[in-house]
């Protein structure tokens, strides 16, 4: 079984930042790819960025150039770093990894930002 636990939520005034952690439970170089999704209230969940194990990335449009995804395998963790935050990149985020043929969720963390 393979856990995902975010870490790194809160509350921040626009502009500022924030960073994610996921730590998950396993090798972490398994994992392939890792990424963040997010889901505000009453919208779907949608991607943020993932990242591959050879440190591929990728971001949703609403974010580039102010999120950067990031891994460390030692530390069997993937991190959100969020700059220049938003009111609207208020939701929930999510750890999302991809093992085999199955991915895992963490239990995401609650991200809110005060304009």
């Known amino acids: 079984q393979v856990q995902l636990v975010e870490s790194g939520g809160g509350l921040v005034q626009a502009g500022g930042s924030l960073r994610l952690s996921c730590v998950a439970s396993?090798?972490?170089?398994?994992?392939?790819?890792m990424g963040w999704y997010r889901q505000a209230p009453g919208k779907q969940r949608e991607l943020v960025a993932t990242?591959?194990?050879?440190?591929?990335?990728n971001y949703a449009d609403s974010v580039k150039g102010r999120f950067v995804i990031s891994r460390e395998n030692a530390k069997n963790t993937v991190y959100l770093q969020m700059n220049s935050l938003k009111p609207e990149d208020t939701a929930v985020y999510y750890c999302?990894?991809?093992?085999?043929?199955?991915?895992?969720w963490g239990q995401g963390t609650q991200v809110t930002v005060s304009s």
């Open positions: 396993r090798s972490f170089f398994l994992f392939n790819p």
């Open positions: 990242i591959t194990s050879g440190g591929s990335t």
């Open positions: 999302n990894a991809w093992l085999g043929q199955r991915d895992y």
